[in-house]
């Protein structure tokens, strides 16, 4: 059975920082292309970013400079980390598994609020 859990999610001011983490089991991710997607209630999922089995990665426009994916595949885990959060980041914040099927977590709360 393939899991993929989201952990790393809570409140945090605007400015502030968060590391969400994706653990998976049930699957090896090496050859996976991993991804975080995020959605606010109300509005589509929309993918943040994405990393390859190769290591290259893609970010939307909106996350540039801010946010930095990374993967760490002796420990089946893949990283978003999240600086200079804004309100608008605000959302439920999923992980997403691409290769051999596709997989998703259950996600991750964020709130970025004063």
């Known amino acids: 059975q393939v899991q993929l859990v989201e952990s790393g999610g809570g409140l945090v001011q605007p400015g502030g920082s968060l590391r969400l983490s994706c653990a998976a089991s049930?699957?090896?991710?090496?050859?996976?292309?991993m991804g975080w997607y995020r959605q606010d209630p109300g509005k589509q999922r929309e993918l943040v970013a994405r990393i390859g089995s190769d290591s290259s990665t893609y970010y939307a426009d909106s996350v540039k400079g801010r946010f930095t994916i990374s993967r760490d595949n002796a420990k089946n885990t893949v990283y978003l980390q999240m600086n200079s959060l804004k309100s608008e980041d605000t959302a439920v914040y999923y992980c997403?598994?691409?290769?051999?099927?596709?997989?998703w977590g259950r996600g991750t709360q964020v709130t970025v609020s004063s």
């Open positions: 049930g699957i090896i991710i090496n050859p996976y292309a």
């Open positions: 997403n598994a691409i290769w051999a099927g596709i997989y």
